[in-house]
């Protein structure tokens, strides 16, 4: 495939993308991981948290995240990525509460890539969170080793989102795709982008789930086909036959444990598994992060979120109940990060080159001791002046 010009479907070779799927990872390649297991370096943040409060050594970590995601199998698992999994539980619980609440809702609940009703799915599970529990919520998300992941991969200023998937025993597998951008238009419309377009989708956005509870690979984690994110025109691919052929008699499931969390680059060919067990109703957060380039698959009221978390993340700054990377992962999972887009003729840039953003004033406002109300108003100040 050439980098300019433009992919079909039918131009696609089912050879390439086979030879390139074939390929191993050298554990010589990826020093950090603590084992290399079905081709997916497997991190052991209990072992490597100590080292993102060091600057050099976060750097390090990050870029060969990064070098995975983009050159190496596509894919990374974060063992123990909550090292205390009781927000695990608590948030389990909220979310079954929604879960039962929006089925007593005149809603339906479609899904991208199985059918409505197949499994309980809960849209926007960033903010529903956050409303129903700021305390839980900050707790959540103040995750350094998430927070670093989604760094190495997007930059600083990234967008979270959230989506919660339950999975049902007997519920059916997904077939396998490739995930947003390009993953969620028609393939008609995935033809109308040239080349480059293709190459771009994949950085704008990490995809992640984390475990909610222990997943065998009976309960259906999901497959992943190593290195599928590095052939170039998969994105006309994937929903050929053959491809998604190869894709079944080739994938790999990694089973999981309640609070580690799985990474991979939305272009790797991948789907959620059969949950053939009898008794475990597998739940995960299906974290899609977007860069503060690009544009998030959903839609949030951040000034609300920022009102709702200011005072509990205070109180837990005055404890020194949360590191400042802790801090950090959740203002980030909170706030705008971005300054654009906005009105430059009511909100121009006063030092430096763009506004100060939701973000920023957060954290400010947490070191100045704004009151609430004081912090309320500016952030609706903020807001008027951008959509004015």
């Given at each position: 495939m050439h980098s300019t010009g433009y992919y079909s479907a039918d131009a696609c070779d089912l050879g390439e993308f086979t030879e390139i799927i074939s390929q191993t990872t050298d554990k010589a390649d990826v020093p950090h991981a603590s084992a290399v297991e079905k081709n997916i370096p497997i991190y052991d943040m209990g072992t490597l948290r100590p080292a993102l409060e060091d600057a050099t050594q976060r750097q390090?970590?990050?870029?060969?995240?990064?070098?995975?995601?983009?050159?190496?199998?596509?894919?990374?698992?974060?063992?123990?990525?909550?090292?205390?999994?009781?927000?695990?539980?608590?948030a389990t619980d909220i979310y079954e509460n929604i879960i039962a609440e929006e089925k007593e809702g005149p809603a339906g609940g479609g899904d991208h890539f199985a059918a409505a009703g197949a499994n309980d799915r809960i849209?926007?599970?960033?903010?529903?969170?956050?409303?129903?529990?700021?305390?839980?919520?900050?707790?959540?998300?103040?995750?350094?080793?998430?927070?670093?992941?989604?760094?190495?991969?997007?930059?600083?200023?990234?967008?979270?989102?959230a989506q919660v998937?339950?999975?049902?025993?007997?519920?059916?597998?997904?077939?396998?795709?490739?995930?947003?951008?390009?993953?969620f238009q028609s393939a008609g419309q995935t033809a109308t982008y040239p080349a480059h377009v293709h190459d771009l989708s994949p950085v704008l956005t990490l995809q992640g789930a984390v475990a909610?509870?222990?997943?065998?690979?009976?309960?259906?984690?999901?497959?992943?086909?190593?290195?599928?994110?590095?052939?170039r025109s998969g994105y006309a691919a994937?929903?050929?036959?053959?491809f998604r052929a190869v894709f079944e008699e080739s994938y790999v499931q990694l089973p999981l444990s309640k609070?580690?969390?799985?990474?991979?680059?939305?272009?790797?060919?991948?789907?959620?598994?059969a949950n053939?067990?009898?008794?475990?109703?597998?739940?995960?957060?299906?974290?899609?992060?977007?860069?503060?380039?690009?544009?998030?698959?959903?839609?949030?009221?951040?000034?609300?979120?920022?009102?709702?978390v200011y005072g509990p993340l205070g109180q837990l700054v005055k404890a020194d109940a949360l590191t400042p990377l802790e801090v950090s992962a959740a203002i980030a999972a909170t706030a705008e990060g971005y300054s654009f887009p906005t009105n430059l003729d009511t909100d121009p840039p006063k030092a430096g080159?763009?506004?100060?953003?939701?973000?920023?004033?957060?954290?400010?406002?947490l070191k100045e001791d704004v009151d609430q109300a004081a912090f309320e108003a500016h952030l609706m100040d903020m807001q008027k002046a951008r959509h004015a």
């Open positions: 390090n970590l990050m870029a060969e995240w990064a070098q995975v995601l983009l050159h190496g199998a596509g894919i990374v698992a974060l063992k123990g990525a909550y090292a205390d999994t009781s927000v695990l539980d608590e849209w926007n599970s960033l903010q529903k969170l956050c409303e129903k529990s700021p305390d839980v919520f900050l707790r959540y998300f103040a995750n350094a080793p998430i927070a670093a992941i989604c760094e190495a991969w997007l930059g600083p200023n990234y967008q979270m989102t998937n339950l999975v049902h025993p007997g519920g059916a597998a997904q077939q396998a795709h490739r995930d947003y951008h390009l993953g909610h509870c222990d997943m065998s690979v009976e309960s259906g984690p999901t497959k992943l086909l190593p290195f599928s994110q590095t052939y994937w929903r050929r036959d053959d609070g580690d969390a799985v990474f991979f680059s939305p272009a790797l060919f991948h789907a959620a598994g053939t067990s009898t008794d475990i109703h597998r739940m995960a957060n299906l974290l899609q992060v977007s860069s503060a380039f690009g544009r998030a698959m959903e839609t949030f009221d951040r000034n609300k979120m920022c009102n709702l080159l763009a506004p100060e953003t939701q973000a920023a004033y957060l954290a400010r406002a």
